[in-house]
Nanobody, 119 residues
């Protein structure tokens, strides 16, 4: 069982930055691919970025060049650095852990953290 707790969301103006953190329960963190997803009101949840246990990363086209995912295995934490935020980035952001592909196979999910970008 993996427990995930996100933090770092909030309200920011367009063009600003936020860093999300996701703290995972120990022991098994390094086995998993970690992902960030988001869900805006009235929309389906979508993949934002992912990072494998070996550090390989992938990101959705909509955030490439603006968002960066990283992980610190010693701290059992995965981060999402978000720069040049846009109003369309407003959503609840979820951290997930799994052993599937970039956009599927995630078995564990956090409770989510709200990100609101004002224009």
């Amino acid at each position: 069982q993996v427990q995930l707790v996100e933090s770092g969301g909030g309200l920011v103006q367009a063009g600003g930055s936020l860093r999300l953190s996701c703290a995972a329960s120990p022991n098994t963190f390094t086995r998993y691919t970690m992902g960030w997803f988001r869900q805006a009101p009235g929309k389906e949840r979508e993949f934002v970025a992912g990072i494998t246990s070996g550090g390989y990363t992938n990101a959705a086209d909509s955030v490439k060049g603006r968002f960066t995912i990283s992980r610190d295995n010693a701290k059992n934490t995965v981060y999402l650095q978000m720069n040049n935020l846009k109003p369309q980035d407003t959503a609840v952001y979820y951290c997930a852990a799994g052993r599937g592909g970039w956009t599927w196979g995630y078995d564990y999910w956090g409770q989510g953290t709200q990100v609101t970008v004002s224009s």
